[in-house]
């Protein structure tokens, strides 16, 4: 039987594995379908604490990999479909591979960010297409840039790149924003913002070496088509928590899907724990998801203590 099994390979995942390997609790990492999570699908991060030049997404997961295997976790690549606790510190995860036992368990599979289902959306990412205004923004300093979106994410992310864009245009399927009051005013003031009424994105159209040039609206009311120029475009319509393979668990989830920590990152189901996106729809922050990850690992470490 494992002493901890981490499941979820992004900055929550393996931070927690070099802090429970430095341990010497020797933690078995589950990969899970996307490996280094959504650092992966990005380009240059500038805003992680250590590289002041910045460090390409996937160089920075394949470092701290490294660096939790130096310590002696061990990696798994496989797919989880559930977990199952049969009683105190211990816990059987159901994967592709078949099961595994384990003490206790760190759930650290992220969020996936919600997308329009476009044909070319996948092979935009990092090359003009994006969920986060505060990871990415500045690399679009001068030049013009779409939000999608209505809520208060998508004003708080249109009004964040003011600082950069030289216009943002808010793009919006009705005729007003849901967003809350103050933050709808304070978006539609800004002078740099310009609203997009009654419009979908309908196809995102790139250069030659398949850059985001344009994209293509639609009118929800009259239907007609139309281009706007954007370098980048910010889809900002809301996260999906990778906790469904949980259902039947116990874990207490909150109205959205995403995990509620209980007793620091411990979760409704005791020697259970959760670390980084999977659990906070506030930050979504490569730095705030590993400093959670170190906090799941100790919070590990202490309960195993506890039930020696």
Known sequence: MENVIIIGTGCAGWTAAIYASRANLEPLVLTGTQPGGQLTTTTEVENFPGFPEGIMGPELMGKMQQQAEKFGARVEYTNVNGVEKKGEAHFVVKTDSGDLEAKTVIIATGASPRHLGLPNEQSLIGHGLTSCATCDGAFYR?????????????AEEATFLTKFASKVYLIH???????????????????????????????????????????????????????LEVKCVFVAIGHIPNAGFLNGSGVEVDENGYILQKRGTETSVSGLFAAGDVSDHVYRQAITAAGNG????????????DHE
Do not use: F, H
């Open 142 to 154: 001068d030049v013009p840039v779409a939000v999608i979106g209505g809520g208060d994410s998508a």
């Open 294 to 305: 170190c906090a799941a690992a100790l919070d590990a470490e202490r309960y195993l203590a």
């Open 173 to 227: 399927r009705r005729d007003e924003l849901r967003a809350s009051q103050i933050m709808a005013e304070r978006a539609l003031s800004n002078e740099k913002i310009e609203p997009v009424w009654n419009s979908t994105v309908s196809e995102y159209i790139t250069d030659d070496s398949g850059e985001m040039t344009k994209i293509k609206l639609q009118d929800t009311v009259t239907g007609e088509e139309s281009e």
